[in-house]
């Protein structure tokens, strides 16, 4: 009768190294059966191949706060001599396909962008106080993030708002590139 001859498994490295084992793998460079074909597929979620960057905009700290807590990601406020904050500092965000979005969570393949403190440009009766030329960069930004996206499924975009006018009066815009957006203080 034969006898069975084992296969040594591969090895977690020499005797009291910290060594991983084997890996899901199991170190002969095949996937467990359910996951055979992970090594072949290409990423889903394209805006992964993107980078995080840090960018000087220059902003109110207000917004450069509202913009880290929704997003997640770093950012710096300079202060001048006597200590007070400025509108210069820092913010991380991705840069995906060389277009600019405040936030990127891996998890959701979601794409963020957070707009802060803009109500200070509207009147009591919601009209604009003067012609800012920020809510037209701000719809030009709308549609070629709202495009960028569309054209790469199954990535997700989202706008936030920290105040309501400003997302009232950008609403159609949102609406006309298919960019879901939510009033979030």
């Known amino acids: 009768m034969p006898v069975p001859v084992s296969t040594a498994a591969p090895s977690a490295g020499p005797a009291g190294s910290s060594g991983t084992g084997a890996g899901a793998d199991g170190g002969w460079d095949e996937l467990p ?10 990423c889903k979620c394209t805006p992964e191949k993107g980078a995080l ?6 902003m109110n700290p207000e917004p450069r706060r509202y913009q880290a807590r929704i997003t997640g990601f770093e950012y710096a406020i300079t202060t001048d001599g006597k200590g007070r904050e400025t509108a210069e500092g820092w913010n991380m965000e991705w840069d995906w396909l060389d277009i600019d979005f405040d936030g990127f969570q891996h998890s959701q393949c979601l794409l963020q962008e957070a707009k802060g403190n803009y109500d200070q440009f ?5 009209e604009l ?22 054209a790469n499924p199954p990535s997700r975009l989202m706008w936030y708002f920290e105040t309501p006018q400003t997302r009232a009066y950008m609403m ?4 006309q590139f298919g960019v879901p957006s939510v009033h979030q203080p």
Do not use: C, D, Y
């Open 33 to 42: 059966r359910g996951r055979s074909r992970e090594r072949e597929r290409p």
């Open 53 to 58: 960057v840090r960018k000087n905009h220059s």
């Open 172 to 175: 159609n815009t949102l609406r």
């Open 129 to 150: 106080k003067f012609p800012f030329k920020g809510f037209t960069k701000m719809q030009e930004q709308i549609a070629t993030q709202g495009e960028a996206v569309r």
């Open 122 to 126: 509207f009147k009591e009766n919601k």
